[in-house]
């Protein structure tokens, strides 16, 4: 029976193997390793990506356009963004005739389809037979845009514009193509920009024997068609407010060789209110001055393919807190200024003082301006408390010998050579210009080491604009002795306009932010976060 039984035991065993199908070394598991062993693992599969999701439009369209005092708005249907939705839009008519508010709605833009004049023009001086003062109002965070190249908007003499955004909701003024979302960071030219006109004085007059600085003596809007004169003797003008405003992708050719620019301020007096403006990406000018005696406050300019800062023809302007930056491998001067390029003689003559700006130039001008700052034409000019940043450009060039004139004249309205003070540079190796006068006498009118002047700075900016150690050592002008300064009887700065400041350059430390919340991030310059985001898009509230 044992015998049996041991016989039995191994034909079941080598069933058992065959019915496995081969019980050799290699298929028997390691002590301890239990489970079920697999010999050949399916790969784990690769994880799809997770797709970007695509934006979900966050604006839609207003039901209609709403009623406003000095004409009707035309329903012009709807315009899209892929990325931001939908509004209605509404086109003002080409002339607003009695005063007028624009509210913000939300799903609702404004649309300048060709020229828009605000009121009727009055002339250079007030009569009872003129027509009706009309005033533009634009309530905070509403969006204007430009449907094509010759749109423009014109407040003609005698007329006000009310354009007052917040800190948090400013006024945007841009193109057709912004409003799309198909803009990129070098698009610029897409419309015209917005011309205030007023009624003070101008040299470089259009009538043949017109007295400069006389109501006789008239302009009209460069490339403009049809009339849009400005000039007079009203130096006190008012021709309204703007602030808290943006505007984008402006500068369009009109005619042969005259563009507009984001703002141009033309025989505006000195009771109209300008602060707190960026202009972003003009095709020409960031600004242009026209005679008169413009006063400006917190001015950001970021991409003007010409000047940034360009006045012209008997200008008696003021500047306080800049930050002037231009894009790479585009772009002119920082300053242009002259007071007739032909007749220099003429009065009244430019007397403009700039404090607290600081200027990036990123690339060598594209024109024959030359230098980072040309001053000609018998410009009086005065720089103070600011900074220039251009390593690949001539500082400053002086041209004609009438702009270098340290005489100071009541009866030719000469006040003398250009004034610097606290003013640091950093220029390329060569860093004055001969143009009529010799590069000796362009050093010396800038003076460095002297006045707090410096032609060989190194910059310590923190955040592109911020003051460093090198900014913070230097001591300022006091420009507040600049108010209410009279020459020839004519008053050269609004009481109490320049600030007292304890610094140069336009941003003192981290804690001081008055370029924040109202403007537009780009590549070329970051104003921080809180804004109305990137400059190729809109705000959605």
Same mark, same amino acid.
Request: aromatic share 8%.
């Given at each position: 029976?044992?015998?049996?039984?041991?016989?039995?035991?191994?034909?079941?065993?080598?069933?058992?193997?065959?019915?496995?199908?081969?019980?050799?070394?290699?298929?028997?598991?390691?002590?301890?390793?239990?489970?079920?062993?697999?010999?050949?693992?399916?790969?784990?599969?690769?994880?799809?990506?997770?797709?970007?999701?695509?934006?979900?439009?966050?604006?839609?369209?207003?039901?209609?356009?709403?009623?406003?005092?000095?004409?009707?708005?035309?329903?012009?249907?709807?315009?899209?963004?892929?990325?931001?939705?939908?509004?209605?839009?509404?086109?003002?008519?080409?002339?607003?005739?009695?005063?007028?508010?624009?509210?913000?709605?939300?799903?609702?833009?404004?649309?300048?389809?060709?020229?828009?004049?605000?009121?009727?023009?009055?002339?250079?001086?007030?009569?009872?037979?003129?027509?009706?003062?009309?005033?533009?109002?634009?309530?905070?965070?509403?969006?204007?845009?430009?449907?094509?190249?010759?749109?423009?908007?014109?407040?003609?003499?005698?007329?006000?514009?009310?354009?007052?955004?917040?800190?948090?909701?400013?006024?945007?003024?841009?193109?057709?193509?912004?409003?799309?979302?198909?803009?990129?960071?070098?698009?610029?030219?897409?419309?015209?920009?917005?011309?205030?006109?007023?009624?003070?004085?101008?040299?470089?007059?259009?009538?043949?024997?017109?007295?400069?600085?006389?109501?006789?003596?008239?302009?009209?809007?460069? *490339? &403009?068609? /049809? #009339?849009? @004169?400005?000039?007079? +003797?009203?130096?006190?003008? $008012?021709?309204?407010?703007?602030?808290? =405003? !943006?505007?984008?992708?402006?500068?369009?050719?009109?005619?042969?060789?005259?563009?507009?620019?984001?703002?141009?301020?033309?025989?505006?007096?000195?009771?109209?209110?300008?602060?707190?403006?960026?202009?972003?990406?003009?095709?020409?000018?960031?600004?242009?001055?026209?005679?008169?005696?413009?006063?400006?406050?917190?001015?950001?300019?970021? *991409? &003007?393919? /010409? #000047?940034? @800062?360009?006045?012209? +023809?008997?200008?008696?302007? $003021?500047?306080?807190?800049?930050?002037? =930056? !231009?894009?790479?491998?585009?772009?002119?001067?920082?300053?242009?200024?002259?007071?007739?390029?032909?007749?220099?003689?003429?009065?009244?003559?430019?007397?403009?003082?700039?404090?607290?700006?600081?200027?990036?130039?990123?690339?060598?001008?594209?024109?024959?301006?030359?230098?980072?700052?040309?001053?000609?034409?018998?410009?009086?000019?005065?720089?103070?408390?600011?900074?220039?940043?251009?390593?690949?450009?001539?500082?400053?060039?002086?041209?004609?010998?009438?702009?270098?004139?340290?005489?100071?004249?009541?009866?030719?309205?000469?006040?003398?050579?250009?004034?610097?003070?606290?003013?640091?540079?950093?220029?390329?190796?060569?860093?004055?210009?001969?143009?009529?006068?010799?590069?000796?006498?362009?050093?010396?009118?800038?003076?460095?080491?002297?006045?707090?002047?410096?032609?060989?700075?190194?910059?310590?900016?923190?955040?592109?604009?911020?003051?460093?150690?090198?900014?913070?050592?230097?001591?300022?002008?006091?420009?507040?002795?600049?108010?209410?300064?009279?020459?020839?009887?004519?008053?050269?700065?609004?009481?109490?306009?320049?600030?007292?400041?304890?610094?140069?350059?336009?941003?003192?430390?981290?804690?001081?932010?008055?370029?924040?919340?109202?403007?537009?991030?780009?590549?070329?310059?970051?104003?921080?976060?809180?804004?109305?985001?990137?400059?190729?898009?809109?705000?959605?509230?």
């Amino acid at each position: 029976m044992a015998a049996f039984a041991r016989i039995r035991l191994i034909m079941l065993t080598s069933v058992a193997c065959s019915t496995l199908a081969a019980c050799g070394a290699d298929d028997v598991a390691s002590p301890g390793e239990g489970g079920t062993i697999i010999i050949n693992p399916t790969p784990t599969p690769t994880p799809t990506p997770t797709p970007t999701p695509t934006p979900t439009p966050t604006v839609t369209p207003a039901a209609g356009c709403p009623t406003i005092g000095g004409g009707a708005l035309t329903d012009a249907g709807t315009i899209s963004n892929a990325a931001i939705g939908s509004w209605r839009v509404c086109t003002l008519p080409a002339r607003l005739t009695a005063n007028s508010t624009l509210p913000k709605i939300a799903g609702l833009l404004y649309r300048i389809n060709g020229r828009v004049d605000v009121g009727y023009d009055q002339g250079p001086t007030e009569e009872s037979t003129d027509k009706t003062d009309v005033t533009l109002t634009i309530d905070p965070g509403v969006i204007l845009y430009g449907e094509s190249g010759p749109s423009w908007l014109n407040v003609n003499r005698g007329n006000k514009i009310q354009a007052v955004g917040t800190s948090t909701q400013p006024i945007i003024f841009t193109s057709r193509d912004n409003v799309q979302g198909l803009n990129t960071e070098s698009s610029s030219g897409q419309w015209g920009g917005v011309v205030l006109s007023g009624r003070a004085q101008i040299t470089d007059c259009a009538a043949t024997g017109a007295a400069p600085g006389s109501n006789a003596c008239e302009r009209q809007t460069e *490339g &403009a068609v /049809d #009339d849009a @004169l400005y000039g007079g +003797v009203l130096n006190n003008d $008012n021709s309204g407010r703007m602030s808290y =405003v !943006q505007i984008r992708y402006s500068g369009y050719v009109l005619s042969s060789n005259s563009e507009l620019q984001s703002l141009t301020l033309q025989a505006v007096g000195s009771a109209t209110q300008i602060d707190h403006i960026m202009s972003y990406n003009s095709s020409d000018d960031a600004v242009e001055v026209f005679g008169g005696h413009a006063h400006v406050k917190h001015f950001i300019a970021v *991409g &003007a393919e /010409d #000047d940034n @800062l360009d006045t012209d +023809v008997g200008t008696k302007a $003021n500047f306080q807190y800049g930050i002037v =930056v !231009q894009r790479p491998n585009i772009g002119d001067a920082m300053i242009e200024a002259d007071t007739d390029n032909a007749l220099d003689g003429n009065n009244p003559r430019q007397n403009t003082r700039v404090a607290n700006f600081v200027f990036f130039q990123n690339s060598q001008n594209s024109s024959s301006d030359k230098a980072s700052i040309l001053l000609r034409g018998g410009t009086d000019y005065g720089l103070y408390n600011s900074v220039l940043v251009s390593p690949t450009n001539p500082c400053i060039n002086i041209s004609r010998t009438q702009t270098a004139s340290g005489t100071q004249s009541v009866a030719a309205d000469e006040f003398g050579a250009p004034i610097f003070r606290s003013v640091l540079m950093q220029c390329a190796s060569t860093k004055y210009i001969d143009s009529g006068i010799t590069v000796g006498a362009v050093a010396s009118i800038f003076g460095t080491g002297s006045n707090g002047n410096d032609d060989a700075y190194t910059p310590t900016f923190t955040s592109l604009f911020i003051n460093g150690a090198n900014e913070t050592k230097v001591a300022a002008f006091d420009v507040s002795t600049l108010n209410a300064q009279l020459f020839n009887g004519i008053e050269l700065t609004r009481a109490g306009f320049f600030d007292k400041t304890s610094y140069i350059g336009a941003v003192k430390d981290a804690s001081d932010t008055w370029y924040q919340g109202w403007t537009c991030n780009s590549t070329a310059a970051d104003f921080g976060t809180g804004n109305t985001g990137l400059c190729t898009s809109l705000p959605t509230a």
